[in-house]
């Protein structure tokens, strides 16, 4: 298949590039770099045996809320499918900019939504969140629970859902994936391509892996007074190249049924299972032998105690299901974090 990936430079859409060339899918990025840059692209294609700018990886550097700049590219392309990543994602920064937030995610996805209908890509899967479901949500949570998103990020992916519900309902031959992802983690096995933040890493990983190599001096545990088993949050973590894989589960299912057939479909993309963070953290020290010195302080606003997916739906539709333990995840993020200390920079 050729697939078009929006965002295909970032964290979650680098390692799903690699998985698509892998399966012997053509990729064309499309990416403003806004937050990434080509490296991530440069070593996706050195793991896969391909090369940027060759047939099989390509990148269109455009923004996503400007047809303009990638309208005639894509329809030049003839892409079968769109794997629709790009977006901004901290619920935090989206408080004090919402306008940026809407505007890409919402207004974002509804330009490419145009862009896709005329060049009749087929197939459209888009990133959604957990965080659509809100503070309240039953744990586990299914797709049918009702959204109740408490921050202008997690508004603008429940918006971005009915902007495509919408397209899908004018166009139903191209059928749409929206998959909502708990929370993904680890890295390439490679050591080659991880998660890369700008600044100070606001996930929990990430700053693990880097109080681990001594970049910061401790962790900071927000909050040990949940209802939990030991007391820290619980979260539902998963394996970035479990997820990528999914994306290539859902690609190939969906284009294996005649035109329309799939509908508008809606699976959360996690292991079902709950970790807390005092189990992460130990996870990590004793798979990789370093000490993440840490203490608890107050919970930060807004955290919810435990989060954690139904992963029944796409297991039944699908057969798709995540594969990697705790123990890969920290054992990868490692390999990432000791051979990158600097990201891709
Ligand atoms: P990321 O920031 O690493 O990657 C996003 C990519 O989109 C970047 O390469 C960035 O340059 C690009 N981009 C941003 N705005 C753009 C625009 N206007 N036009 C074109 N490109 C643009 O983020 P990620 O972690 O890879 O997340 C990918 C998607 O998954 C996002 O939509 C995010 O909201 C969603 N998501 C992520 C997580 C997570 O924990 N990482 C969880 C749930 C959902
Ligand atoms: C996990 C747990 C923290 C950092 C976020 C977004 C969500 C989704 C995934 C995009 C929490 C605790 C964290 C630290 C800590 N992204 N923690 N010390 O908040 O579950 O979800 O990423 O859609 O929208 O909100 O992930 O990794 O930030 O936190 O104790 O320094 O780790 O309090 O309990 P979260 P996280």
Same mark, same amino acid.
């Given at each position: 298949?050729? @697939? #078009?990936?929006?965002?295909?430079?970032? +964290?979650?859409?680098?390692?799903?590039?690699?998985?698509?060339?892998?399966?012997?899918?053509?990729?064309?990025?499309?990416?403003?770099?806004?937050?990434?840059?080509?490296?991530?692209?440069?070593?996706?294609?050195?793991?896969?045996?391909?090369?940027?700018?060759? &047939?099989?990886?390509?990148?269109?550097?455009?923004?996503?809320?400007?047809?303009?700049?990638?309208?005639?590219?894509?329809?030049?392309?003839?892409?079968?499918?769109?794997?629709?990543?790009?977006?901004?994602?901290?619920?935090?920064?989206?408080?004090?900019?919402? /306008?940026?937030?809407?505007? @890409?995610?919402?207004?974002?996805?509804?330009?490419?939504?145009?862009?896709?209908? &005329?060049?009749?890509?087929?197939?459209?899967?888009?990133?959604?969140?957990?965080? @659509? +479901?809100? &503070?309240?949500?039953?744990?586990?949570?299914?797709?049918?629970?009702?959204?109740?998103?408490?921050?202008?990020?997690?508004?603008?992916?429940?918006?971005?859902?009915?902007?495509?519900?919408?397209?899908?309902?004018?166009?139903?031959?191209?059928?749409?994936?929206? #998959?909502? +992802?708990?929370?993904?983690?680890?890295?390439?096995?490679?050591?080659? #391509?991880?998660? &890369?933040?700008?600044?100070?890493?606001? *996930?929990?990983?990430? !700053?693990?892996?880097?109080?681990?190599?001594?970049?910061?001096?401790? #962790?900071?545990?927000?909050?040990?007074?949940?209802?939990?088993?030991?007391?820290?949050?619980?979260?539902? !973590?998963?394996?970035?190249?479990?997820?990528?894989?999914?994306?290539?589960?859902?690609?190939?299912?969906?284009?294996?049924?005649?035109?329309?057939?799939? /509908?508008?479909?809606?699976? *959360?993309? /996690?292991?079902?299972?709950?970790?807390?963070? !005092?189990?992460?953290?130990?996870? !990590?020290?004793?798979?990789?032998?370093?000490? @993440?010195?840490?203490?608890?302080?107050?919970?930060?606003?807004?955290?919810?105690?435990?989060?954690?997916?139904?992963?029944?739906?796409?297991?039944?539709?699908?057969?798709?299901?995540?594969?990697?333990?705790?123990?890969?995840?920290?054992?990868?993020?490692?390999?990432?974090?000791?051979? *990158?200390?600097?990201? +891709?920079?």
């Amino acid at each position: 298949m050729r @697939v #078009l990936v929006t965002g295909g430079a970032g +964290y979650l859409g680098s390692h799903t590039v690699t998985t698509l060339l892998d399966a012997g899918h053509s990729v064309l990025v499309l990416d403003s770099l806004v937050s990434s840059s080509e490296e991530p692209l440069r070593r996706a294609a050195r793991v896969c045996g391909a090369e940027l700018g060759g &047939d099989r990886l390509d990148l269109v550097r455009a923004d996503v809320r400007r047809p303009a700049e990638y309208r005639e590219r894509v329809l030049a392309w003839r892409p079968d499918a769109v794997v629709h990543f790009a977006g901004l994602k901290s619920p935090t920064e989206s408080l004090a900019d919402p /306008g940026e937030y809407y505007a @890409v995610n919402v207004g974002g996805t509804a330009e490419l939504a145009r862009v896709t209908a &005329d060049a009749g890509v087929r197939v459209l899967l888009f990133s959604s969140s957990a965080t @659509v +479901y809100g &503070d309240d949500a039953p744990v586990p949570v299914d797709e049918d629970a009702p959204l109740a998103p408490v921050s202008p990020y997690g508004r603008s992916k429940a918006m971005a859902e009915q902007v495509l519900a919408d397209a899908h309902a004018a166009a139903p031959a191209q059928t749409v994936a929206v #998959l909502r +992802y708990f929370n993904p983690v680890g890295a390439h096995p490679s050591g080659l #391509l991880g998660e &890369d933040p700008l600044g100070t890493p606001a *996930n929990l990983m990430p !700053f693990v892996s880097r109080v681990a190599s001594g970049q910061y001096e401790q #962790l900071q545990v927000f909050g040990a007074d949940f209802p939990t088993r030991d007391g820290s949050a619980v979260r539902d !973590f998963i394996h970035v190249m479990d997820l990528a894989e999914a994306h290539v589960a859902v690609l190939e299912w969906m284009a294996a049924r005649p035109a329309g057939e799939a /509908g508008l479909r809606v699976w *959360n993309i /996690g292991r079902g299972e709950g970790v807390t963070v !005092f189990e992460m953290v130990r996870a !990590f020290e004793q798979v990789t032998g370093r000490r @993440v010195p840490h203490r608890v302080v107050g919970r930060r606003p807004g955290d919810i105690a435990e989060s954690c997916a139904d992963v029944a739906a796409i297991g039944r539709d699908v057969g798709w299901r995540a594969r990697r333990d705790v123990t890969d995840m920290v054992r990868d993020l490692w390999a990432w974090q000791a051979a *990158n200390p600097a990201g +891709y920079r």
